[in-house]
C-alpha cells in the first residue's frame, strides 16, 4: 500500500477535523477530539499536543471560524472547540440572467490562462444549481483577456502577496532588456494586454511595465507583506497616461504617410515642416520610447522615426527582431537622424 504524501496526509488530517467541529451540537474537548480524528488517535500526546495547536491556527487561517468555548456551563475548567455552521457556511447565490451571461463571457475569458480549470468548474457548478446562462444576451461578444504571458502567475503572485520582484525589461532602453526591481502594486488587463504596475525601485517612481516585454522569469526578491499599495492608485489610469503620453518623458517626432498612422496623430500635433517623400510630420509626447517604436514598426513602410535617435534606434531592432524571426528581405525606410537621411533596414511583411 502506497502511503501518503505529507502533504497530503495534512489535508486528510485537517478536513476530518473540520468535519468532526462542524458536526458536534455542543464543544468538542481535545480528548474527544483525539479520539475522532484517527491522524490524532496513533500520536503521543506531545505530538499531538503541537500537532492540534498548528491545526487551529491554519484553520483560522483559511478564514474557518473556530470557536473556543467552555465544555460545561456550569464548570469552567474545559475548553472545548466547534465550527459555528451559521457563520461557516455561504449564504444561497443568485444571478439575473444577465448577470449569469456577463459571467459566463468572463470564463472563456481565462480560457488560455491558469485559470482556465477553476473558472470552467465554477460554472459548471451554477449550471448544476439550475442556473441556465442567457447566451443569446451576449452573441458576438468575445472576451480579450490573454494570460499566455510567461511572466502571468509569478506577476499576480507577487501583487497578491505584496512582496517585491526583479525581472529583466525590454522597455524604451534600445540597447537591450534591463534589470528592474518592482513593489508590484497591481495587475491590469488593458485594450488586450497584461500590464504591471507599481513602484520601480531603480527609478524610485511609479511606472507601468507591459508583461509580454518582461524576459525571462520573474524572481521574488523580498518578503510577502513588505510594503503597502497606495490607496489612492488607479493602475487603468496609470496605464493609460503612460500609453497615451500624458506627462510625457520623450518628445518624439515622426513622419506619417499621408492617411496612415491615425493613432499617433491623435495622440500628438501637425507640424508645419514636411518629412521624407514630403510626408506629414506628427510630434509625440510619450512615456515609452519602446511602445512608440513598436506603434512605428507596425505601420511598416507609412511611417518613419525621426527623433530622438533613442526612438530611431528602437525602431531599426524591432524591424531587425521581425525580419530574423522570419527570415524575409523585405524592406522600410526610417529614418537615421532628425536631418532625414535614410536607412534600409529588414522587415517582415
Given amino acids: 500500500m502506497v502511503r501518503p504524501s505529507p502533504a497530503a496526509a495534512k489535508t486528510e488530517r485537517l478536513l476530518n477535523l473540520v468535519i468532526a467541529l462542524l458536526y458536534t451540537r455542543q464543544p468538542m474537548s481535545k480528548s474527544r477530539i483525539r479520539t475522532a480524528v484517527p491522524q490524532y488517535a496513533a500520536s503521543s500526546d506531545e505530538a499531538f499536543d503541537r500537532m492540534f495547536e498548528r491545526d487551529k491556527d491554519e484553520l483560522r487561517d483559511l478564514g474557518i471560524p473556530l470557536r473556543t468555548e467552555v465544555v460545561d456551563p456550569l464548570f469552567d475548567d474545559e475548553t472545548g472547540y466547534r465550527i459555528d455552521r451559521r457563520e461557516y457556511a455561504l449564504p444561497e447565490i443568485s444571478f439575473e440572467p444577465d448577470e449569469l451571461a456577463v459571467i459566463g463571457v468572463a470564463s472563456r475569458a481565462w480560457s488560455q490562462a491558469s485559470l482556465a480549470g477553476p473558472a470552467a468548474q465554477a460554472l459548471r457548478k451554477l449550471e448544476a444549481s439550475g442556473l441556465t446562462r442567457d447566451v443569446g444576451s451576449v452573441a458576438g461578444v468575445e472576451p480579450l483577456l490573454h494570460t499566455t504571458e510567461p511572466a502571468f502567475d509569478a506577476a499576480r503572485d507577487a501583487v497578491l502577496a505584496r512582496r517585491e520582484v526583479a525581472f529583466r525589461y525590454r522597455g524604451g532602453a534600445p540597447d537591450g532588456p534591463a534589470e528592474r526591481h518592482l513593489q508590484p502594486w497591481a495587475l491590469t488587463a488593458w485594450h488586450g494586454r497584461w500590464y504591471l504596475t507599481g513602484y520601480d525601485l ?105 527623433e530622438p535617435e533613442g526612438l530611431v534606434s528602437a525602431v531599426v531592432r524591432a524591424l531587425t527582431e521581425v525580419r530574423d524571426g522570419h527570415g524575409q528581405q523585405n524592406h522600410y525606410e526610417n529614418a537615421g537622424d532628425a536631418s532625414k537621411t535614410t536607412t534600409k533596414i529588414g522587415g517582415g511583411a
Avoid at 218 to 234: C, D, I
Wanted: glycine share 12%; proline share 6%.
Fill in 202 to 306: 531603480d527609478r524610485d517612481a511609479p511606472r507601468v511595465f507591459r508583461l509580454d516585454r518582461v524576459e525571462g522569469e520573474v524572481r521574488a526578491t523580498g518578503k510577502p507583506g513588505a510594503y503597502e499599495v497606495p490607496e489612492e492608485h488607479e493602475p487603468r489610469a496609470m496605464i493609460t497616461a503612460t500609453a497615451t503620453g500624458e506627462g510625457g518623458e520623450h518628445v518624439a517626432r515622426v513622419a506619417l504617410r499621408m492617411g496612415s498612422g491615425q493613432q499617433i496623430r491623435r495622440r500628438g500635433d501637425l507640424q508645419k515642416e514636411r518629412g521624407p517623400n514630403g510626408w506629414d510630420v506628427i510630434e509625440v509626447r510619450v512615456g515609452s520610447l519602446w511602445a512608440l517604436a513598436e506603434e512605428v514598426a507596425s505601420l511598416g513602410p507609412d511611417a518613419v522615426a525621426l
